[in-house]
């Protein structure tokens, strides 16, 4: 499977809650890596003289990767995110993801830009680009794509979802 950040809602907290079941297990992982990532390509050394423990370099080149690591506010969202990710897998499975135990690691940030701001890019086909909004965007690629295994554990389907689905009779 690809990684892909699908922005679903401005908040990270909100973000997890939407993602279908398939995408909580799996970009539990993925987001730790690309965090790892940013950590190995902005402060490489800081890692290798202690004791502290984050993955192995990869996607050393992916967009997500380049996009965390712009400044320290993008980095923080997806640092949110994963961590509410780890959290939602707990909620909908009763387990706490092996993942979660470098929390504290990657918690610390690398030497990045500081900002506040946040710019979500589209990593989406054109197709589904809506200019000014990427989280509809990425709503839209999301409902047209995962329609047919949208699962969620212990958890409703998000409002948008179903109004999506209802609009173009999916149901």
Partial sequence: MKVNLFILDEYPKQVAAC??????KSYIVDYAKILSACHHLNNPFQFKSSNKRIYRLCFKNHPITNWARINTSHYEWLFDLW???CNEHAFRFSKIHKTEGLKYDL???PHL???NKIT???FLPDVFKVKGDAIQAYRNYYVEHFHNNGVWTNRGQPDWWITHLHNVSLL
């Avoid at 993602?19 to 909580?24: F, G, L």
Wanted: glycine share 0%; hydrophobic share 45%; aromatic share 12%.
């Fill in 19 to 24: 993602y279908i079941d398939r995408h909580v």
């Fill in 83 to 85: 961590v509410a990710l």
């Fill in 107 to 109: 918690r610390v940030k």
């Fill in 113 to 115: 830009v500081r900002s």
């Fill in 120 to 122: 979500f890019n589209q």
